[in-house]
């Protein structure tokens, strides 16, 4: 299972995969037969590796898309550019929260948008999703960017956090 835009393809990793993008030594750039660029997994990543998706995704390996890292690669270059996940399973409601983040070397070329677009399209043709929420810190503007070009509106903020939401809904609408 895949997700393919004009210049991504978005995949989620299986448990394998996801113990090699965690050893971060070029064995699942190997394994995908990708180029690869070694990269420094950023400490809550490295954290939420540990004490969240590998934990939890031996335990929803049917439904593993949403309790692993989806590996974003540029095409052309046959290269990752960085990471989205989903934090869980829709609630009753169907609303799910998602993170995601941009190797730096690839940052603002609008790749993440254009994943997040792709990732918006994958949800609206899933019943057990009507919404999707992501937290930024205040003060990101990239993130915040990011996630208006995509359709979102601030939720609700606090002090120190702003969380967004956009119903896919929408865009199943749009497409009638």
């Not at 299986?14 to 965690?22: E, P, R």
């Not at 095409?75 to 169907?94: H, I, S, V």
């Not at 997040?116 to 999707?132: E, F, H, T, V, Y």
């Not at 995509?150 to 609408?173: A, I, M, P, Y």
Request: proline share 4%.
């Amino acid at each position: 299972m895949y997700i393919e835009t004009e210049r991504l393809l978005i995949q989620p990793l299986t448990l394998a995969q996801l113990k090699l993008y965690a050893a971060n030594n070029g064995s699942l750039e190997k394994l995908l037969g990708l180029r690869y660029t070694p990269k420094e997994i950023e400490p809550d990543l490295a954290d939420a590796l540990d004490t969240y998706f590998l934990r939890l995704l031996p335990l929803h390996q049917d439904k593993y898309y949403f309790y692993t890292l989806w590996a974003i690669v540029l095409k052309k270059e046959q290269t990752m550019a960085g990471d989205l996940c989903f934090k869980g399973e829709p609630d009753e409601t169907g609303e799910v929260e998602i993170g995601y983040g941009t190797y730096p070397e690839y940052q603002q070329q609008g790749i993440m948008r254009e994943a997040i677009d792709g990732l918006l399209n994958w949800c609206a043709q899933r019943p057990d999703i009507s919404s999707i929420i992501a937290e930024t810190e205040t003060g990101n503007t990239a993130s915040e960017k990011i996630l208006e070009r995509n359709g979102f509106h601030k939720d609700c903020q606090s002090r120190d956090n702003t969380w967004w939401k956009r119903e896919v809904k929408e865009l199943v609408d749009l497409k009638i």
